[in-house]
C-alpha cells in the first residue's frame, strides 16, 4: 500500500489542465526561441506573468523564495484562475516571500503547508487554493506517462476521459508522447488515405467514441451535419481555406471555414490517426484581414491581434501534428510542433 501511495500522481481536485515541472531548461530554450518571433512569448514576458499569478517564476526561480532545488513544481489550471504548489527548502523564506506577494494585489491566496508552498490568484482564490490542497490521486494508466522534466494532463470532456503527455521542449521545437483514455474505443484499423492538401488535415479510422469526439469537433467549428460519420470506418476531414472576412461576431465560422469530407476511402500504411496544421498557412489567411475588419469585434478582431501578434511565429513553427494508436478505451498519441 505505502509503494502505490508514493507511486501515485496527484492533481488538484478541480483543475482542468496541470503542468508539472521537473527542470525548466527545455521550456526556457523553447520559449526562447519563440519569443525571437512573439515577444510576449519570451522567457520575461511570461516570466512576469508567472510572477504575478504565481508569485514564482518558474523559469527563473528567485533563491528568495526558499525552494527545494529538487521536485516537481505544479502549475494548476483551473476556469477562475492558477494555482502552484511547490517543495519548499526554507519555509520561513517562503512565508516572508508570501506575505510580501499577497499584500500587492488582491484576488491572491497562499500559505505554506508542511513542505508545500501553495499559491492561488484569480476569481475565488481561497477556493482554488483549498483544491490546490486537496489533490487526488489519478487513474494508473494516465499516471504511467506522468514522467519527464515536464508533463502535462488535461481533463477532458465525454467521451475522453483525461490526457497526458510527458514533454520535450527545447528551441527547436516541442514534443508530447502519451495516451488518451476514453469511454469505449477511439480507434480501429489503418487511416485512410488523403490529406494531399489542405490548410489542416486529419485522416483517422475512427471507433465509436472516435466518431463522437469528431462530431463533436465539428459542431464547435459549426461545420454542417455528416451523417456518413456515424458508420465510417475511415474518415478524411480537411479545411480546404479559411476566408477570415467572413468572421463575424457569432455563427460566423460555418462560413469562414470550407471543410471538406471523404468517407472510407482505401487505407493507408501508418497509424490510426494522422492529423497535420500548416501554422503558416493559417497566418496567410489571417492576413488578408485589415483593421476596418476588425472593427466588427468578436473572431474577426481576434483573428487580426492573432495575426500582428503572433504572425511571424506561426510562419516559423509547423507543421504541428497529432498522430495516435489504438489501445484499450483509449490511444497512445505523440504531439509534434517544430520551430524554427
Known sequence: MLALLLAAVLVPESADVVLSVENASGLRALLRKAGTHAPLL?????????????????????????LAQRGARTVAFFSQGMGLSAPVRDAGAAKRMLASWLDQAPRRAGRVVGSRLLTASGEGA?????????????????????????????????????MMLSIEASGIGIVGRGIVRASGALLAGSAPTGCASGIACLRAAPGPAGRRVL???????????Q???????RVEERVDA??????????SLTRALRIAAVFDAPEAAGPALDARVDLAAIDAALAA??????????????AWAAHILYGSLLRNAGPLTF????????????VRLPLR
Open 126 to 162: 481561497p477556493a482554488l487554493l483549498k483544491s490546490m490542497s486537496r489533490p487526488i490521486a489519478l487513474p494508473r494508466d494516465l499516471a504511467a506517462h506522468a514522467k519527464g522534466p515536464v508533463w502535462l494532463w488535461a481533463r477532458t470532456a465525454d467521451p475522453l476521459r483525461g
Open 323 to 334: 498522430t495516435g494508436d489504438r489501445r484499450e478505451n483509449g490511444a497512445d498519441v505523440e
Open 227 to 233: 451523417p456518413e460519420l456515424v458508420t465510417a470506418a
Open 289 to 302: 484581414i485589415n483593421p476596418l475588419d476588425a472593427l466588427r469585434g468578436g473572431a474577426a478582431a481576434g
Open 42 to 66: 519570451g522567457p520575461d514576458s511570461v516570466g512576469a506573468t508567472l510572477r504575478d499569478r504565481l508569485g514564482v517564476d518558474l523559469l527563473a526561480e528567485s533563491p528568495a523564495w526558499g
Open 242 to 251: 479559411i476566408d477570415v472576412r467572413e468572421l463575424a461576431q457569432t455563427r
Open 215 to 225: 462530431a463533436l469537433g465539428l459542431e464547435k467549428l459549426e461545420a454542417s451535419a
